[in-house]
């Protein structure tokens, strides 16, 4: 990445994450971990956990970004670190076309900072070439569903145990917006 790419509405902050977040980091993820695990994926039993330093994690999300094989920053809200939101698993050539994942911290759900940092890097995605990017959400997250909805993300169908989460696999519905289809609701830019 030659510049990092910082985006800013609203007085929410999306950036990569940065080697000196290494605490806030560690702390928030520590504060949360009960509060994301009904719906972060995770490794299934029997298979190896990967294992990494932080500058490690870093390291490898920025070779990703610069790669164009995933987009992953942090959210920040009055500068403090609140989440996540990342267009992952990105694949160019025919699909151009990536998937969106995010997280937010319990004491910042409900606020409208996930549908504007998910607008907000959706928006970049779509300007660096993507056609189409996708969200997975476990039908019963109705937090996700309410992102999903104000967003203008349209339906598409069923994943049967499509990730394994919280010790199974789990179903998952699939949402996507492709680049030329209308954005709906406040937290896009007006001109998209």
Known sequence: MARE???NRDGITV???????EREWLEIRRAN????????ANT???RAQPVATFPAYVRHERKAWKNKSAFSTVIEVDGMLVGKVTVHAIEWGAQCGGSIGY???ASHAGRGIVPTAVAMLSEYAFGQGMHRLEI???????ASLCV???LGFRPEGLREKYLYIDGDW???QIFALTVGEPRKGQFWTPSS
């Not at 950036?15 to 000196?20: A, E, G, I, K």
């Not at 971990?33 to 972060?40: D, K």
């Not at 997975?136 to 109705?142: D, K, Q, V």
Request: aromatic share 8%; glycine share 6%; charged share 35%.
């Open 103 to 105: 997280w937010v911290a």
């Open 15 to 21: 950036r990569p994450l940065r080697r000196r977040d």
């Open 44 to 46: 299934p039993p029997g």
């Open 136 to 142: 997975a959400l476990r039908p019963e997250n109705a």
């Open 148 to 150: 999903v909805g104000k």
């Open 5 to 7: 790419v910082i985006l």
């Open 170 to 172: 789990r179903d998952h």
């Open 33 to 40: 971990r009960a509060w994301l695990r009904p719906w972060e």
